[in-house]
């Protein structure tokens, strides 16, 4: 921004409307600035809830797999049981 000497300066050689040009693109210049860093921050609020909602349902997943595993787990050690037994006595 100008001071004021300058500013009356400017006024006296004609030159106030080109300063008013000048301020008026400067402010639209920082109007469009301050929209796109909101757009931008809207992205990445979104973008942040979509990688919570990812999160959330990559742990679901993982605990149904971890409790799949353990039922494989136990059938997998109930048939060793029986598997033992059977060699133990193959003709019972």
Same mark, same amino acid.
């Given at each position: 921004?100008l $001071?004021p +000497?300058?500013? !009356? =300066?400017v006024? =006296?050689?004609?030159? /106030?409307? #080109? =300063?008013?040009?000048?301020?008026? #693109?400067?402010? =639209? ?6 929209? #796109?860093?909101e757009?931008?921050? +809207? #992205?990445?609020?979104?973008r *942040?809830? $979509?990688?919570s !909602? *990812?999160?959330?349902e /990559?742990?679901?997943?993982i605990? @149904?797999?971890?409790? @799949?595993?353990?039922e494989? *787990? ?6 060793? +049981?029986?598997?033992?037994?059977? !060699?133990?006595?193959?003709r019972?």
């Amino acid at each position: 921004m100008l $001071d004021p +000497r300058t500013r !009356r =300066r400017v006024g =006296r050689n004609g030159l /106030s409307e #080109e =300063r008013n040009n000048i301020e008026g #693109e400067t402010k =639209r210049e920082v109007k469009d600035l301050r929209m #796109e860093v909101e757009k931008l921050k +809207r #992205e990445l609020e979104a973008r *942040d809830m $979509d990688d919570s !909602r *990812d999160q959330n349902e /990559s742990k679901t997943t993982i605990a @149904k797999l971890t409790v @799949k595993v353990q039922e494989l *787990d136990q059938q997998v050690t109930g048939l060793k +049981r029986c598997y033992t037994q059977w !060699r133990l006595n193959p003709r019972a």
